[in-house]
């Protein structure tokens, strides 16, 4: 089982950064791809970004690309979301997820961590 806390959350204003964490617990971090995710309309929660096991491999949601950088350190059991040029529609709670599939489909994701709340003020 694979424990997930989210970190670094906050207000941010518009055109700001920010850079997210998720610690993982336990020794099996590295055998799983990692996501983030965020709630949507009409979802409860929509894609932003995901990266493989070993980091070598990212996808990215349309609306953040070019703009969020997804890195992972297995030595440090974390993964990270930096978050440039933020917009008010970035907004949300933040959620990080671990899966053994690789996919973008939230039901993929078994393991979540309980969020973080960026906010950008406009």
């Known amino acids: 089982?694979?424990?997930?806390?989210?970190?670094?959350?906050?207000?941010?204003?518009?055109?700001?950064?920010?850079?997210?964490?998720?610690?993982?617990?336990?020794?099996?971090?590295?055998r799983y791809h990692m996501g983030?995710?965020?709630?949507?309309?009409?979802?409860?929660?929509?894609?932003v970004v995901r990266i493989n096991y070993g980091g070598g491999s990212t996808d990215y949601a349309d609306s953040v690309k070019g703009r969020f950088t997804v890195s992972r350190d297995n030595a440090k059991n974390t993964l990270y979301l930096?978050?440039?040029?933020?917009?008010?529609?970035?907004?949300?709670?933040?959620?990080?997820?671990?899966?053994?599939?690789w996919s973008i489909q939230e039901r993929a994701f078994v393991y979540w961590g309980q969020g973080t709340q960026v906010t950008v003020s406009s």
């Open 1 to 30: 089982q694979v424990q997930l806390v989210e970190s670094g959350g906050g207000l941010v204003q518009a055109g700001g950064s920010l850079r997210l964490s998720c610690a993982a617990s336990g020794p099996t971090f590295s």
């Open 36 to 47: 983030w995710f965020r709630p949507a309309p009409g979802k409860e929660r929509e894609f």
């Open 82 to 101: 930096q978050m440039n040029n933020l917009k008010a529609e970035d907004s949300a709670v933040y959620y990080c997820a671990a899966s053994i599939r």
